[in-house]
């Protein structure tokens, strides 16, 4: 006989859409965060330009910053009148210095292009006699040369692009200087409860180290350039005003900067003669041994230390990825990160040490 149709109900079995089995679950887990990683960092190389924007006027929040709390030491006025004051000696003194080098060394840029361009070729030329490289237009390999030092983002790939980012980076800087605890609370206010206290603490201690270090790169910038120009005019260098403008300005790059300075220092003095540019390389090393040997060492003892290799690999690393805003940034931004790991490891230091008393305590 035939047996009669069952009764019993369908049974609904998890199809592939469902994920139960725990394995499943930390598996997915897993690629979640390791797509989340690798788009973060597509965002970052993709929104380089603005993120280095945003950078820039941090840093410059933090010069504005500084001076602020200086002049706060002495004037017991309000916070929008000091920085208007410090904005006002600011721009007045950059505007002094480009009217000093717009009336008394314009015509110079000109001629320290020639000249290098000159000494440049004259090197190659030297070399390919030497049997170190093939001869071929010198041109070529300059190009080369130039453009392995990285990609330069959209905004400053033009004088617009180049003014654009300026101004954004200075409105940013000075928005952020006015009220810098309205932006402190509102990126805490994104945070848990319990990480606000760690990154109001992690915050101060940033931002008192980069203003130590800003600071010491001013005191650098200041000193290389004024030594370099009254050394240089001494010895008879010709462009010494310019080179001593241009060493000040590349002081603010470690590393690479007196690099630059030197290279160019060295090739003006030897374009007007031997003894000139023998005096150029020991007025080079002279202020760069002043420099790193007794400025710096005693500024760093006041802000964060950081080593030379460390600082150029970082400088090369950021050069590469993008472009010469990345070599600027890249000391604020290496400083910032060890100022960061440091307090976290000596929290977790002190977290540690509070929970081996408690577990040592009697009863």
């Known amino acids: 006989?035939?047996?009669?149709?069952?009764?019993?109900?369908?049974?609904?079995?998890?199809?592939?859409?469902?994920?139960?089995?725990p394995v499943v679950r930390r598996e997915m887990a897993k690629a979640?965060?390791?797509?989340?990683?690798?788009?973060?960092?597509?965002?970052?190389?993709?929104?380089?330009?603005?993120?280095?924007?945003?950078?820039?006027?941090?840093?410059?929040?933090?010069?504005?910053?500084?001076?602020?709390?200086?002049?706060?030491?002495?004037?017991?006025?309000?916070?929008?009148?000091?920085?208007?004051?410090?904005?006002?000696?600011?721009?007045?003194?950059?505007?002094?210095?480009?009217?000093?080098?717009?009336?008394?060394?314009?015509?110079?840029?000109?001629?320290?292009?020639?000249?290098?361009?000159?000494?440049?070729?004259?090197?190659?030329?030297?070399?390919?006699?030497?049997?170190?490289?093939?001869?071929?237009?010198?041109?070529?390999l300059g190009s080369q040369f130039l453009g392995s030092v990285g990609r330069l983002t959209s905004a400053v790939g033009s004088v617009l692009g180049a003014v654009t980012s300026v101004i954004a980076m200075l409105v940013i800087g000075i928005f952020l200087a006015a009220e810098p605890r309205i932006y402190d609370r509102g990126i805490a206010w994104m945070l848990p409860l319990r990480h606000r206290a760690g990154f109001y603490r992690i915050a101060a201690h940033v931002g008192f180290t980069l203003r130590r270090l800003l600071f010491g790169r001013l005191v650098g910038m200041l000193f290389e350039g004024v030594f370099t120009w009254l050394m240089l005019t001494l010895g008879g260098v010709?462009?010494?005003?310019?080179?001593?403008?241009?060493?000040?300005?590349?002081?603010?790059?470690?590393?690479?900067?007196?690099?630059?300075?030197g290279v160019l220092m060295v090739?003006?003095?030897?374009?007007?003669?031997?003894?000139?540019?023998?005096y150029a390389i020991f007025v080079y090393f002279l202020v760069q041994n002043i420099d790193g040997y007794v400025v710096l060492p005693?500024?760093?003892?006041?802000?964060?230390?950081?080593?030379?290799?460390?600082?150029?690999?970082?400088?090369l690393l950021m050069g590469a990825l993008f472009g010469i805003l990345g070599v600027l940034f890249a000391d604020p931004i290496l400083a910032t990160i060890k100022v960061v790991l440091v307090d976290l490891s000596r929290k977790h230091a002190e977290e540690k040490a509070e929970a081996e008393k408690v577990v040592a305590a009697p009863g």
Not at 2 to 19: I, N, Y
Not at 238 to 261: C, D, E, K, Q, R
Not at 267 to 278: R, T
């Open 32 to 140: 979640a965060v390791w797509l989340g990683m690798a788009l973060l960092i597509v965002g970052i190389v993709v929104l380089a330009q603005p993120l280095l924007l945003i950078v820039g006027g941090a840093i410059f929040a933090v010069f504005l910053d500084g001076g602020v709390r200086l002049l706060g030491r002495y004037l017991p006025v309000a916070r929008g009148w000091r920085l208007l004051l410090v904005l006002m000696l600011g721009f007045g003194f950059l505007g002094w210095v480009f009217w000093f080098a717009g009336t008394t060394i314009a015509a110079q840029f000109e001629d320290l292009r020639q000249v290098v361009t000159a000494q440049f070729h004259r090197l190659l030329e030297f070399a390919s006699s030497l049997g170190l490289m093939p001869r071929g237009e010198p041109s070529n």
């Open 238 to 261: 010709p462009m010494a005003a310019l080179l001593g403008l241009v060493t000040g300005v590349l002081a603010f790059i470690p590393n690479i900067g007196a690099i630059t300075s």
């Open 1 to 21: 006989m035939a047996q009669p149709p069952t009764t019993e109900p369908h049974v609904e079995r998890p199809g592939p859409a469902e994920f139960r089995d």
């Open 298 to 315: 005693y500024i760093a003892r006041k802000t964060v230390d950081l080593a030379p290799a460390i600082v150029l690999a970082m400088q």
């Open 267 to 278: 090739a003006v003095g030897f374009s007007a003669g031997p003894h000139q540019g023998l």
